[in-house]
């Protein structure tokens, strides 16, 4: 939720609880989406930040906006070197998709961190029935453009993916549920960390639309998930943050 400064100074706790987190969490790798930049605010310049004096010295920030100011996007901070990176798509607002090329130690591993196109639908004109009853016929129209739009870069996100020369991590927001064409459709050649090692419903939805599980992170058959968490403890954002743990099959007691 762009760390909360979209919605004005009122918000400077969460605003600095957001970063703190960000900041603190020990995942060697990391994938924010609404990622929230600003170049002239010493205390919301979060590539500094989140950079937490150097533990983790590799980042990709793939930005909209005036990059020398303030701009938003998506990013991907990494306590292992970035040997190569990119946009795969960018729909000049708050959603796109980037991958990042992580060396660790010999192995090499492809990150992708995603936002597909989101469902434009305000929570607050859902939270009862008569808000219900006014939004329907928009609601139906804007899910209805919403799929279109998010099958469209899933299709590019997929091309993209099956040109790989490493296995797939992909990790975001995608704004879809796990009945979906775009899920079932990533299923295909990739594995989901939630159903291999999750517990309960994995909702990561904090907002009156609770039961969503719309974030995830897909893998590659060539890895294998050790342990995945929903981390609904951390509620400053609109949604909770996810995390795994992968290897590869073998290492997991080796040391590697």
Known sequence: MLFNNNWGNDNDI????SIKWAQENPSDIKCFQEFYQDFTTPSRNALKQISNNGAYEHAYFAANGNEKKKSYGIAIFSKFPII????????????????????INEDTIRVYNTHLESMNIKAADLDNLEGIKNQYRSTIRKLKEGI??????MLILKKHIAGSPYPVIL????????????YFSLRENLENAFESRGRG???TYNKVLFFLR??????DKALEVLQFKTLREVDYSDHYPISAVFAYPGQVNSGD
């Open 148 to 153: 279109k739009l998010r099958t469209s870069q």
């Open 14 to 17: 969460k605003i600095t609880n």
């Open 201 to 203: 419903f994995g909702f």
């Open 171 to 182: 990790a975001g927001d995608f704004n879809d549920l796990p009945y979906s064409y775009t």
């Open 214 to 219: 719309i974030d995830n992170m897909f893998f």
């Open 84 to 103: 190569n990176s990119g946009k795969v798509f960018d729909n000049k607002r708050n959603n796109g998709a980037m991958f990042a090329d992580i060396k």
